[in-house]
């Protein structure tokens, strides 16, 4: 039997009378892209912030790769093995890309401690990174501050620090938030090469996206997962066409 | 110890409590509504200490220098906020606190300047002089029981402004959404002035009702000022209840601390050297409470709510 | 290296601050040199606070504790040296520099350490204050200590020793000083430019997104603060020893504002921002001082027009902007 990379059991958060994640299961295996879609306000945002541990669940666990993180801080579970990106980019604006990328090659190696090595100078830094700039297609636009960056390529450093984390499992929040018809359909190439790298909980509105690049879908409407299945399930499902699909399946 | 005696010392410390709410409330206010760390606040009460002294020695009357230190600190306020405060909103915390330094140095000097280096003196106005007898022996200053009464007014004042006018609301929704007011057409610039002047009118009220009881000097606002900060971040910033509760802790303990601490340290060892640690202990009372406070709630006791 | 503009400015003030004390020594004009003495070290002071301020985007409101204590360090050891007296645990006084500045990064990295880990629990304005408070704590600690002074600060009768050299006279401590501060600049641009500089920098600049790759904000931070902490120590020490006295002011809050003036009128965040902005400062002082007894009315207008119209300092109007690359 195949170990779940991510396991989620039963998680409950409530913020007064409402009850925002209301008991989710999933899980998330080797070598594949689990989708979560739902409508606004289903309670995205939520479940995302206590998987990576910047809100603290009500009760549930949590697991990656069978160990409980729940307790854990956002950094540990980083350092732990789970990699995300931001629905709203969220980089360090006035480094460079490559710099932004040698820091998540730093935080992967745990050696954010050392004080005398110059950072430009340290092949071990520069190399790796410039390696992932390449894979992402930012090389030649590895030198600019992130915050000149346009919006596209910013969703693409996400993904390049996110890769270079090397992380056990990824979550990708809405990758393509804002994206053109073009770039959409350049991301989605992209994340299709990654599942064997590492499992992707995908979290997406557009679902040309989530049909092509999806093993397994599951639907949260109201903090519940409604259904679990693979495209074709869902596509089918009578209670995803009520609660979100509506005229697209 | 007696109880007249510890008695005189807590009306003392609410007296000192009822100061620092003064420049409390407004230094709270400004940040609340404005996001503005001002550390010229202290300089609003030396210009209403020095206003009120002035006038009052001009024309003997101490009521007229109350009315003079009101509008000379809220003129003072209203001008530097038209001048200087308005380029900061929009900036970071540092550059505030380093732009209002500047100010603390311009006013400071500016006073020295006018006034000379001596410091000025205010007499107790003849109504508020006297004692009233107290339950032992004692008596208190009527004066020091008006600077309460004060205080309880302003307080009270404070309240029904914030609470149940316009301008209030207008306050109150600025405290909690600084650009969607802006949105709905309120003149958020004009606003600010009128906070700004307030927040320095109570100022330079405090610098003034203080002035009798202390010496009027260049940089008399310093350590108010420090103490004001204290009391803004134990209370929660942007909240006036916070700033009461604030004051009032800061000020009975700091009073309270000083006349118990020297004396608990005499059971532990000879009374000269507890007068030494006793009075050193004391004056880090407040931070240490400050800190413990924090520690628990790292935003104060009553941190308003923001959007 | 490359020249660039920077690095041309950041040379010229390196040499001119040499080159004034040489020159006044030669004419016989030691209070000149003095002068410069005084700007070496305040640069160093506010080098250290620049790393928590500049790098690590840390107000720090009480960086004048850590200078203070630096400045007692120096004090205690050497009237214990003095008068013969031990300190704790028997351990003598000394008056000799390297072992003073030891005792003076220790205590301070102690400190910084416990008044740190419980401030970078907060942040945004109520850092600000906490430190503040922290300072004013240990303020009025050395105030009301009357082994070393209290109130009226502590005399240090002698000039405390560097080994190689006669301290006394104004040139050698100059030298001192200045070596001392070349060595400083030289370890910031080292941290600046290595892993945790990198780590600090992005803790600045956004910390979710240095929490989301594994790096814990708070402990990058500590190291920050504790690190800049010991630098301004060893300027206090520096500085105790220049006037030969401790003064308690050395605690003040209004100490803490300067290091934070002397870091924006040179640039904040520039290596050296911190030596551009002493060295204007005290020249203020100096040439205003000489013009009128009001100088501090004028030094406030010139620091209001500095923060409101030229936002990079000094450097900032003389290298333009900073590359980050």
Known sequence: MVEPVLQIDNLVKSFGALRAT??????????????????????????????????????????????????????????????????????????????????????????????????????????????????????????????????????????????????????????????????????????????QEAPILLVEHDMDAVFALADRISVLVYGRIIATGTVEDIRRDPAVRTAYLGDHA | MTISLALEQLLNGIQLGVMLFLMSAGLTLIFGVMGLINLAHGSLYMVGAFACAAVAALTGSFWLGLVASLACAAAAGAIVELLVIRRLYDRDH??????????????????????????????????????????GDATYPVYRLA?????????????LLIG???????????????????????????????????????????????????????????????????????????????????????????????????????????????????????????????????????????????? | MVLTRENAVNLTLAVLLLAVP?????????????????????????????????????????????????????????????????????????AQMPIIWLVAVIAAGLVALAIGALSLRTSGVYFIMITLAFAQMVYYFAISWPAYGGEDGLSIAVRNQFPGTNTMRPLNFFFVAYAVLLAGIGLFALIRASRFGAALAATRQNEIRVAALGIDPYRIRLAGFVISAMI??????????????????????????????????????????????????????????????????FLGLILLGVVLFARGGLLGLLAGKTKHG
């Open chain 1, 22 to 195: 209301d008991g989710i299961t999933l899980d998330l295996m080797p070598g594949e892209i689990h989708a979560l879609i739902g409508p606004n306000g289903a309670g995205k945002s939520t479940l995302i912030h206590q998987i990576c541990g910047t809100l603290k669940q009500d009760s549930g666990t949590i697991r990656l790769a069978g160990e409980d993180i729940g307790a854990l801080s956002a950094a540990t579970r980083a350092r732990r093995g789970l990699g995300r990106t931001f629905q709203v980019s969220s980089l360090a604006p006035e480094f460079s890309a490559l710099r932004n990328v040698m820091l998540a090659v730093q935080a992967r190696q745990g050696s954010s401690f050392g004080f005398f090595r110059p950072v430009m100078r340290d092949r071990s830094l520069i190399d790796p990174a410039m390696a992932i700039l390449e894979r992402v297609g930012l090389s030649d636009r590895a030198r600019l501050p992130a915050a000149e960056l346009s919006h596209g390529e910013r969703r693409q450093l996400e993904i390049a620090m996110a890769l270079a984390l090397q992380s056990k499992a990824l979550l990708l929040d809405e990758p393509m938030a804002g994206m053109g018809p073009e770039g959409s359909k350049r991301l989605t190439g992209f994340l299709d090469t990654l599942r």
């Open chain 2, 94 to 135: 540092l550059d505030q606190v380093l732009a209002t330094f500047a100010l603390i140095l311009i006013f400071s000097e500016g006073t020295r300047w006018l006034f000379g280096s001596f410091p000025l003196y205010l007499d107790i106005p003849p109504l508020l002089q006297g004692a009233v007898a107290l339950p």
């Open chain 2, 147 to 159: 600077i309460i009464a004060v205080g309880a007014l302003v307080a009270l004042g404070l309240y």
């Open chain 2, 164 to 307: 149940k006018t316009r301008l209030g609301m207008r306050i109150r929704a600025g405290e909690s959404d600084r650009e969607m007011i802006g949105a709905l057409g309120v003149d958020i610039r004009t606003l600010y002035t009128l906070v700004f002047a307030l927040g320095s009118a109570l100022a330079g009220l405090a610098g003034a009702i203080v002035g009798p009881l202390q010496s009027v000097q260049v940089g008399m606002g310093e350590p108010v000022l420090i103490l004001a900060f204290v009391v803004i971040v134990i209370g929660g910033i942007g909240s006036i209840k916070g700033a009461l509760i604030g004051a009032l802790l800061v000020g009975i303990t700091d009073t309270l601390g000083r006349l118990l601490l020297p004396q608990l340290l005499t059971l532990f060892m000879d009374p000269s050297q507890a007068g030494m640690i006793g009075g050193a202990a004391a004056s880090m009372l407040i931070y240490v409470v400050m800190a413990v406070i924090l520690s628990v709630k790292p935003r104060g006791l009553f941190p308003p709510a923001h959007a």
């Open chain 3, 22 to 94: 040489l020159i006044a020594s030669a004419l016989g004009q030691p209070f000149y040199v003095t002068l410069a003495t005084r700007i070496a070290i305040l640069a160093l002071a506010a080098l250290g606070l620049n790393l928590a301020l500049g790098l690590g985007g840390m107000v720090s409101f009480g960086h004048a504790a850590f200078f203070g204590i630096g400045g007692y360090a120096a004090g205690i050891l050497a009237s214990h040296a003095l008068s013969g007296e031990p300190l704790l645990f028997d351990l003598p006084g000394t």
């Open chain 3, 232 to 297: 301004t120590a060893l300027a206090g020490a520096l500085y105790a020893d220049l006037n030969r006295f401790v003064s308690p002011s050395m605690l003040a809050w209004h100490m803490s504002g300067e290091l934070i003036v002397l870091i924006i009128l040179g640039g904040t965040g520039r290596l050296f921002g911190p030596l551009a902005g002493a060295a204007l400062y005290v020249a203020f002082e100096f040439a205003l001082g000489g013009l009128t007894e009001r100088w501090q009315f």
